[in-house]
């Protein structure tokens, strides 16, 4: 089994910054690409950020200069650091890692931590 667990997730007022955290655990041999991504009510989920096993990362237009993804392989943890927050940025916002796990190279998601930026 694999499991990711997210947190840091919350209310925050436009302009503010929060930090979130997706660990990895359970049977994983190494972990690929890692990705963060959002889904807002009544719109499709999108592709935030993501990050790969050499460090590169990529971002959707949107949150470029204001998130930033980053790793600790060590750890087996993402994070995604949210600064100067928009109201457009609410959304509930998941990990997604490609990785080695119990049935070969597979696509793991979390459960989702919500995010609501508003005054």
């Known amino acids: 089994q694999v499991q990711l667990v997210e947190s840091g997730g919350g209310l925050v007022q436009p302009g503010g910054s929060l930090r979130l955290s997706c660990a990895a655990s359970g049977s994983i041999s190494s972990i690929h690409a890692m990705a963060w991504h959002r889904q807002a009510p009544g719109k499709q989920r999108e592709l935030v950020a993501v990050?790969?096993?050499?460090?590169?990362?990529s971002y959707t237009d949107s949150v470029k200069g204001r998130f930033t993804i980053s790793r600790d392989n060590g750890k087996n943890t993402m994070y995604l650091q949210m600064n100067t927050l928009k109201p457009e940025d609410t959304a509930v916002y998941y990990c997604?890692?490609?990785?080695?796990?119990?049935?070969?190279?597979?696509?793991?998601w979390g459960q989702g931590t919500q995010v609501t930026v508003s005054s």
């Open positions: 990050i790969s096993s050499g460090g590169s990362t």
């Open positions: 997604n890692i490609v990785a080695w796990g119990p049935r070969g190279l597979g696509d793991y």
